[in-house]
């Protein structure tokens, strides 16, 4: 047998695959071990007259316990009390605010007798080691919330197309009580990210001191062993809720083994529940995800006598208090002052005023779901309302100065309500100016030039002007203003002359030459 021992999780593999009638050979092989090692534990494990299943349901330490009896308790009765607190010690150590320390001088108190702190924490350390390393992770009460996205996804019927489409599964678990909840999300956008997150959070009734990712697009800018960069959308949501974002170090598999398993159980638990047959819109799909998150919930933990929903019920007490209010993202977008004192949103086609001061200056502007938040050099300078209506203003009398104010009448709107009065040719006329211009100030120019021939050269000719462009496809100032220069508005109106019917008794043109 090697000097060192094995950790627990290998006792357990070596067990399990003996169960199965695989040989100590192919045990040694797979697991990267010896044959004699092999032989050692399977040996230890005929000697204890027990079975593989009895053998599952003891936590690491006790299993510890009978495959490496420590040799010193058999002869130093304070190492034996020490070894036999350390398991109680790792669970008050999971509360907030416990420490080491404060736990060794309570221990000191009801046992004088014991070690000095130093040789306490040396025989803290060699049990920890002595306990499967892999699997000691300490998790406190209220401190992290673990999130990721399932790898496989689950269809939905989405009711507005009619589509079939694949669900992104969004996972959360706190790492505690291991009180878990599942969501399926159209897409791994920022926007269903967070909205997923903040789910959660109302789920669990509470806040988490952290929210842990494991370096997911949505969540982490950029990744580093030693400085992630967070997505600034996501650390403004976290900071909303007063939680920090941790994201998962590198190459680093036990910073998320608690999420990881946790979709494993989903699959399990969850996936394979749902019937594939029955394609369901995305809320019926959750309601029935909820159902049986409901029951992975309410069960009772392998070898423990109490449930995730048991353990949450505690641990609910710890957790920072939600927010009043729901959280809005908001995007951010830097925009240039139009000359009209105003900054166009593009995702909506709305204009917004600033302050004229403003005008060609470069500003920040941030939009959630319903305001619109207009930024120079982080001063607020101009809030509005959120308006989806395209080509209309949303202006503020004191934004204008006094002797510009009349520039906010330049609207689509008013080029258009002018362009109708005269005739819908030209009506339609002015909307595809509208449309075919890059710039709005370059429309608006053309647009009033436009419509100022209705009083240069008269309504009629003008909307035979338009009506002549539009047949050739033109849409701008300077194809009107040839039209009516070069009079070709009136070409429809020259008399056209018809050929003369033939007749015997009707003279031709050459009789009178």
Known sequence: MANKPISMSKVRQIIKLYSQGIGKKKIGNRLCMSKNTVKHYLDTFYKLKTTAEDLSKLSDYELDKLFHPPHETLVNERVQQLYDYFPEMERQLRKRGVTVAMLY???KVEHPETYAESAFYHYYRLWKK????????????????YIDFAGATLPYVD???????????????LGWSQYAYVEAIPNQTIEEFIAACENALHF?????????????????FKASRYEPIVNENFKT???????????????????????ENMVKIAYQNIYANIPERSILPLNELNAEIRRYLQILNNAQLTGKEYSRFDQW??????LQPLQE???????????????NGHVYLTEDQHYYSVPFELIGKKLNLQYSRSVVDIYHKYQL???????????????????????????TEWSPTFFMDQAKAIDPSVEYYISQVLAKKQHPEQAYKSCQGILSFSKRVGQVRLIKACKRAHEIGYYNYKIIEDILKNNLDRYEEEPVVEPMPTHENIRGGNYYQ
């Open 105 to 107: 001088k309570k221990y």
């Open 130 to 145: 002595r306990v499967n390393p892999s699997m000691h992770i300490e998790h406190k009460a209220g401190d992290k919330m």
């Open 159 to 173: 009711i507005d197309t009619g589509e079939i489409k694949n669900a992104q599964v969004f996972v959360a678990i």
């Open 204 to 220: 669990f009734d509470g806040v988490p001191l952290g929210i842990v990712p494991d370096n997911l697009k949505s969540a982490v």
């Open 237 to 259: 949501f976290a900071d909303h809720y007063g939680a920090a974002v941790l994201p998962t170090r590198s190459r680093k598999p036990k910073d998320k083994a608690h999420v």
């Open 313 to 318: 019920k505690m641990e609910k007490t710890l």
């Open 325 to 339: 209010t729901r959280y809005e993202m908001r995007k951010i977008k830097q925009v240039t002052v139009m000359k």
């Open 381 to 407: 300078v101009a809030t509005h309302k959120r308006l989806r209506s395209p080509h209309n203003y949303s202006t503020i009398a004191t934004h204008m100065p006094p002797q510009h104010r009349y520039v």
